[in-house]
Nanobody, 120 residues
Framework: HVQLVESGGGSVQAGGSLRLSCTASGDPYTKYCMAWFRQAPGKEREGVAGIWGDGRSAYYADSVKGRFTISLDNAKNTLYLRMNSLKPEDTAMYYC??????????????WGQGTQVTVS
């Protein structure tokens, strides 16, 4: 099993920035895509960004391209999501995930507990 613990959420004004962190422990995650998903009230969970644990290509949802940056520090077993130019529509619970797909939640094997991001 892979355990995932997120941190770094909070409230910010539109145009501001936040950095989310997700620390992984347990089994090695290098064979998975490490990803961030988000879910707003009444909406389906959606993939935001993902990067393969072995350093292969990254994925970004169209809605965040150019504003969000995903990175993986294997020395620290930590996944990051840098979010710039935040918009109210980015408000959601953000989840760290590890699985066989970077943006389809149906293929996620492990989830973190989530961290709330609120943009006003």
């Amino acid at each position: 099993h892979v355990q995932l613990v997120e941190s770094g959420g909070g409230s910010v004004q539109a145009g501001g920035s936040l950095r989310l962190s997700c620390t992984a422990s347990g089994d090695p995650y290098t064979k998975y895509c490490m990803a961030w998903f988000r879910q707003a009230p009444g909406k389906e969970r959606e993939g935001v960004a993902g990067i393969w644990g072995d350093g292969r290509s990254a994925y970004y949802a169209d809605s965040v391209k150019g504003r969000f940056t995903i990175s993986l520090d294997n020395a620290k077993n930590t996944l990051y999501l840098r979010m710039n130019s935040l918009k109210p529509e980015d408000t959601a619970m953000y989840y760290c995930a590890a699985g066989g797909h970077c943006y389809d939640y149906r293929f996620v094997n492990y989830w973190g507990q989530g961290t709330q991001v609120t943009v006003s």
